[in-house]
């Protein structure tokens, strides 16, 4: 045996016969020896999946501080050192600090997606060497290894079955399917997608039922298992569109700042005279001036906000520029079982021979009704409560309330039909506690029913049984009208169990017939005479009910939804429909293999629903979408999803149901599970990216305006009308104060009704360039005209000026927590504490920086009369007033282009 023919024989063995899987192996039911198992161990290693390298916490530490913003303000700590004013640089050293450590806490977790997927593996398992049975640990089968399989048990290695005994395991978590999967040893086509290999097992799956034997076709990384976690170490996790973008940013300041304090050096050396110490000093003060030193630290605080905000929706975030990403999504790719469906089947059509009956409710709760043509039932019909016995009586599983929630304890199909008997009226306490079984037929996937001997009211004795519908319709010669029988009209039934088939349901029928009462034992003989009929029950994992709405609102906010799945096409397409889905087209895994990317790019943003997806196709089907200048979520709760959450633009993981592998892949985790958190989550995203442009839009036309003053002094040859010192205060404490409060700015009323940004579209707008403009001519006229009228008393001037600015900045607040509207628009008082807060705030401290008498010698203001305050603040309402006139024009204008627009 080689490496190669040992992987030939595992991707071929779904298509083989046990025995042809056997002897591709070279391997026995006997088991392998004692020499061929050491041989293989040497060939292919241990079955266990490799711990990832982690990198050290000092490396992550450090990549924290690769960031072009926090570079920014390294360079003004340095300048504010240079100055001599070592507090001014140790606070902006704690800003890039604490920055740094609340990205290292947020991210710490990031790279344990492949260690999660270690606690899917047993510990021990039952294998078949030399002819005897032992138990040795996981790490040690090898391919070729016979292992005993029973109920309860995760598959330790994917396996080809050499038998099955009723054997059911839950695929999930690997595949998707709602269902836990029949297992049987017959060959299947090749190229049978994997949830359609019924004839292997898989490492890390569940054992619901049943037991068998099995041999081993691939440990550790070659299993299905281990290529999903290959495949999610081997993706890369995408910038994010808000990282990007200040990345982007800052370098533009950066150049742009340095640019202007050379330009402005030489220009003082060489057309005023000045000299060189005098104009280095200068050009620091402009450098201090333009540079937003507070604005990294707005855009944490935005962002930590905006993590606290979702917290509260349910939607916890594990890195923290992912709060913003979800605001900025065009589409969002959504896993169908447990995200758009709660992963709990639900008896949804009842059809009997005289009528047709909806139930109503969701999942494993017993709440929910029974409706005749939408009406509730006065009482229950007498074949209706036949059919429910029959539910209640030939039925394993139990639902118990645990913790406020319905729990089931068994098989997902009986616990629909007991939920269903309940909604019947039909459970202990209401009369059917007398109910003794006697006798069983277990249900097979050979025989595809099952059926039950009992006594009831009256010890009479009742034989119940369920089953495939053909199956039981082949037992059956007649059926149930109200209290009579009368002979089975098989047409009648064949529509109907092709009717519920094509609304995606999975159809269980129910029969019945009397028992000889002194017969204690039942045998499938019996069933073939005298079986009546009692009706179809159609079950299904019914869509949450507000997973419909939350698509909805996403349409409305531009928001491309499409449901990946590893369902089958069929049920794909039914809930798909019930949730607004366009249905007509559905791409099946196998469909997606016959494209090439470029095809595929074309198919991906015409499709809404792909079933039969395996974690390959949904990670090509994210690239796609990426190409195509799209940014994605994507939705998951299984190990499957795994890769694609990891590629994501963003990765939104379930927290209730979801594995270990997918939460760890994701940078949020919804803790309901619910895709209508998803909307809320959207919301707030937008509004911490709304709120950064504001605070943005806030910080840079004040810094503007500081620079441009000093460089005006520059040119003109003037006194300096505000110090580097003062510079600092009106950045630092006055400007971060007020831009802070724009972090607690709720959304605005049309939030959800806006399209998604272009994805290359940066943060220097058409309307931040003429915001800038604005107020950097108005807003530095009006500061160097202060310091001009009253410049022969140069700290009071200064006073005045800063003083000025600092009103502006006042004003201007509450002009930028509206960005097109105006300040004093309906809603505008929605959320308004924050500002006033910080407004009073910063009013108390600019008073104490112009009183205090150590306020005054550290940056050398004077005290101001009541005059000169409202010569300031009067100067400071006119910049603003002329901004909320230019609010007006623009909104005029735009209502005009649109009547404009031909209807």
């Given at each position: 045996m080689?490496?190669e023919t040992?992987?030939?024989?595992a991707d071929?063995a779904?298509a083989?016969t046990?025995?042809q899987s056997?002897a591709?192996?070279?391997?026995?039911?006997t088991?392998?020896?004692?020499?061929?198992?050491?041989?293989?161990?040497?060939?292919?290693?241990e079955?266990?999946?490799p711990?990832?390298q982690?990198?050290?916490?000092?490396?992550r530490l450090?990549?924290q501080?690769?960031n072009?913003?926090?570079y920014v303000?390294?360079?003004?700590?340095v300048?504010t050192l240079?100055?001599?004013y070592?507090?001014?640089?140790?606070v902006?050293v704690?800003?890039?600090?604490?920055?740094?450590?609340?990205?290292?806490?947020q991210?710490?977790?990031?790279?344990a997606?492949?260690?999660?997927?270690?606690s899917?593996?047993v510990?021990?398992?039952l294998?078949r060497?030399?002819?005897?049975?032992?138990?040795v640990?996981?790490?040690?089968?090898?391919?070729?290894?016979i292992v005993?399989i029973?109920?309860?048990?995760?598959l330790?290695?994917d396996v080809?079955?050499?038998?099955?005994?009723?054997l059911?395991?839950?695929?999930?978590?690997?595949t998707?399917?709602?269902l836990?999967?029949?297992?049987h040893?017959a060959a299947?086509p090749?190229d049978?997608?994997?949830?359609?290999r019924?004839?292997?097992?898989f490492?890390g799956t569940?054992?619901t039922?049943?037991g068998?034997l099995?041999v081993v076709i691939?440990t550790?990384?070659?299993?299905?298992?281990?290529?999903?976690?290959?495949?999610v170490?081997?993706?890369?996790v995408?910038?994010t569109?808000?990282?990007r973008?200040?990345?982007?940013?800052?370098?533009?300041?950066?150049?742009?700042?340095v640019?202007?304090?050379v330009?402005?050096?030489?220009?003082?050396?060489?057309?005023t005279?000045?000299s060189?110490?005098?104009?280095f000093?200068?050009a620091?003060g402009i450098?201090?001036?333009?540079?937003p030193?507070g604005?990294?630290?707005?855009?944490?605080?935005?962002?930590?906000i905006g993590?606290?905000?979702m917290?509260r929706?349910r939607?916890?975030?594990r890195?923290?520029?992912?709060?913003?990403?979800?605001g900025?999504?065009?589409v969002?790719?959504?896993?169908?079982?447990g995200?758009l469906?709660?992963?709990?089947?639900?008896?949804r059509?009842?059809?009997?021979a005289?009528?047709?009956?909806t139930?109503?409710?969701?999942g494993?709760?017993?709440?929910?009704?029974?409706?005749?043509n939408?009406a509730l039932l006065?009482t229950?019909?007498?074949d209706?409560h036949a059919?429910?016995?029959?539910?209640?009586?030939?039925n394993?599983?139990?639902v118990a309330q645990e913790?406020?929630?319905?729990?089931?304890?068994?098989?997902?199909?009986e616990?629909a039909?007991?939920?269903?008997?309940?909604k019947?009226?039909?459970?202990?306490?209401?009369?059917?506690e007398?109910?003794?079984?006697?006798?069983?037929?277990?249900?097979?996937?050979?025989?595809?029913?099952?059926?039950v001997?009992g006594?009831?009211r009256?010890h009479?004795a009742?034989?119940?049984?369920?089953?495939?519908p053909e199956?039981?319709?082949?037992?059956?010669?007649?059926?149930?009208?109200g209290?009579e029988?009368?002979?089975l009209?098989?047409?009648y039934w064949?529509?109907?169990?092709?009717?519920?088939a094509?609304?995606?349901m999975?159809?269980m029928?129910?029969?019945m017939k009397a028992?000889?009462p002194?017969?204690a034992?039942l045998?499938?003989d019996e069933?073939?005479?005298?079986?009546?009929?009692l009706g179809?029950v159609?079950i299904t994992?019914?869509?949450?009910?507000?997973?419909r709405?939350?698509i909805r609102?996403?349409?409305?906010a531009g928001i491309?939804?499409?449901?990946?799945?590893?369902?089958?096409?069929?049920?794909a397409?039914?809930?798909?429909a019930?949730?607004?889905?366009d249905?007509?087209?559905?791409?099946t895994?196998?469909?997606l293999?016959?494209?090439?990317d470029g095809?595929l790019?074309e198919?991906?943003s015409?499709?809404?629903?792909?079933a039969r997806t395996s974690?390959a196709d949904k990670?090509?089907?994210?690239?796609?979408?990426q190409?195509?200048?799209q940014?994605?979520a994507?939705?998951?709760?299984?190990?499957?999803?795994?890769?694609?959450?990891r590629?994501?633009n963003i990765?939104?993981a379930?927290g209730?149901?979801?594995?270990?592998?997918a939460?760890?892949?994701a940078?949020?985790?919804?803790t309901d599970?619910?895709?209508?958190t998803i909307?809320d989550?959207?919301?707030?995203?937008?509004?911490?990216y709304?709120n950064?442009v504001?605070?943005?839009?806030?910080v840079l036309?004040?810094?503007l305006?500081e620079?441009?003053?000093?460089?005006?002094a520059?040119?003109?040859?003037?006194?300096m009308p505000v110090?580097?010192?003062?510079?600092?205060?009106?950045?630092?404490?006055t400007a971060?104060?007020?831009?802070?409060?724009?972090?607690?700015?709720?959304?605005?009323?049309?939030?959800?009704?806006?399209?998604?940004r272009?994805p290359g579209?940066?943060?220097?707008?058409?309307l931040?360039?003429?915001?800038?403009l604005?107020?950097?001519?108005v807003?530095?006229a009006a500061?160097?005209?202060?310091?001009?009228?009253?410049q022969?008393?140069?700290d009071?001037?200064?006073?005045?000026?800063?003083?000025?600015?600092?009103?502006?900045e006042?004003f201007?607040?509450f002009s930028c927590?509206?960005?097109?509207v105006a300040a004093w628009?309906?809603?505008?008082?929605?959320?308004?504490?924050?500002a006033?807060?910080?407004t009073?705030?910063?009013?108390?401290?600019?008073?104490?920086?112009?009183?205090l008498?150590?306020?005054?010698?550290?940056?050398g203001?004077?005290?101001?009369s009541?005059?000169?305050?409202?010569?300031?603040?009067?100067?400071a309402?006119v910049v603003?007033?002329?901004v909320?006139l230019?609010?007006q024009?623009l909104?005029?204008?735009?209502?005009?282009?649109?009547?404009?627009?031909?209807?």
């Open positions: 080689t490496p040992l992987t030939q024989a071929a779904h083989q046990p025995e056997l591709a192996l070279s391997a026995s039911r088991g392998l020896t004692a020499e061929q198992v050491t041989a293989r161990r040497n060939m292919v290693g079955n266990r999946l711990q990832p982690v990198r050290a916490w000092y490396l450090l990549a501080f690769n072009a913003l926090l303000l390294l360079v003004s700590a300048i240079s100055l001599g070592h507090t001014d640089a140790g902006i704690a800003v890039v600090v604490i920055n740094a450590l609340v990205g290292f806490i991210e710490g977790r990031a790279e997606a492949l260690r999660s997927i270690l899917m593996v510990s021990q398992v294998v060497r030399d002819g005897h049975t032992r138990q640990p996981v790490e040690a089968l090898v391919p070729g290894d005993l029973n109920a309860g048990d995760r330790p290695a080809r079955l050499l038998e099955a005994r009723e059911r395991c839950d695929e999930a978590a690997l998707g399917e709602s836990p999967v029949d297992k040893i299947v090749i049978a997608p994997l949830a359609e019924t004839g292997c097992a490492m569940q054992v039922a049943g068998g099995g691939a550790g990384l070659d299993t299905q298992l281990g290529r999903i976690g290959e495949m170490k081997s993706v890369d995408p910038v569109p808000l990282n973008q200040l990345e982007r940013f800052a370098r533009g300041l950066s150049l742009a700042i640019m202007v304090t330009l402005a050096m030489f220009w003082g050396v060489y057309v005279g000045l060189w110490p005098d104009m000093r200068a620091v450098a201090v001036a333009a540079i030193e604005l990294p630290a707005v855009v944490t605080i935005s962002l930590a993590v606290q905000r917290a929706t939607a916890l975030v890195k923290l520029p992912a709060v913003e990403v979800l900025s999504v065009t969002i790719c959504s896993d169908k079982t995200t469906t709660r992963n709990e089947m639900t008896a059509e009842l059809v009997l005289d009528a047709q009956y139930c109503s409710g969701e494993y709760s017993p709440a929910g009704d029974v409706l005749h939408g006065d229950v019909p007498e209706l059919l429910g016995r029959a539910a209640l009586f030939c394993d599983a139990s913790g406020g929630q319905s729990v089931l304890h068994g098989d997902p199909t616990g039909l007991y939920v269903l008997a309940h019947l009226g039909v459970y202990a306490g209401r009369g059917e007398d109910w003794h079984r006697l006798d069983i037929i277990p249900f097979s996937t050979e025989k595809r029913f099952m059926a001997l006594h009831g009256e009479q009742m034989v119940y049984a369920k089953g495939a199956r039981i319709l082949a037992f059956c010669d007649h059926q149930l009208r209290t029988t009368e002979p009209d098989t047409q064949h529509s109907a169990l092709a009717q519920l094509d609304d995606g999975r159809v029928a129910l029969a028992h000889d002194d017969d034992t045998s499938e069933l073939d005479s005298d079986m009546i009929f179809l159609g994992d019914p869509p949450r009910h507000e997973a709405e939350a609102q996403c349409r409305d491309a939804v499409k449901m990946i799945t590893g369902d089958n096409p069929r049920t397409a039914a809930i798909g019930q949730l607004g889905l249905s007509n087209a559905v791409m895994g196998n469909d293999a016959q494209l090439d095809a790019q198919v991906v015409r499709t809404a629903i792909f974690p990670l090509r089907l994210v690239s796609a979408l190409q195509a200048d940014l994605v994507m939705t998951g709760d299984g190990v499957n999803d795994a890769p694609a959450l590629r994501a990765g939104v379930m209730m149901k979801g594995t270990d592998a939460r760890e892949a940078a949020m985790v919804l599970d619910n895709f209508a909307t989550a959207v919301r707030e995203g937008r509004t911490v709304d950064i504001k605070a943005i839009l806030f036309p004040t810094s305006v620079a441009a003053v000093l460089l005006m520059i040119l003109l040859a003037v006194a110090t580097p010192v003062q510079v600092l205060w009106v950045n630092m404490i971060v104060t007020l831009a802070i409060a724009l972090a607690f700015e709720p959304g605005e009323p049309d939030i959800m009704q806006r399209q998604p272009r579209r940066g943060l220097i707008t058409g931040l360039l003429r915001r800038l604005l107020i950097g001519l807003g530095t500061v160097f005209w202060m310091f001009v009228m009253h022969q008393d140069v009071r001037a200064r006073t005045l000026a800063v003083t000025t600015l600092v009103l502006i006042v201007y607040l927590r509206r960005l097109y628009a309906n809603a505008a008082g929605q959320g308004i504490w924050p006033l807060v910080a009073v705030l910063v009013l108390l401290l600019q008073f104490c920086f112009t009183v008498p150590v306020m005054q010698h550290l940056f203001t004077v005290a101001l009541a005059a000169q305050w409202g010569l300031c603040a009067a100067t309402l603003v007033l002329v909320e230019d609010k024009w909104s005029f204008w735009r209502r005009r282009r649109m009547r404009q627009v031909p209807q």
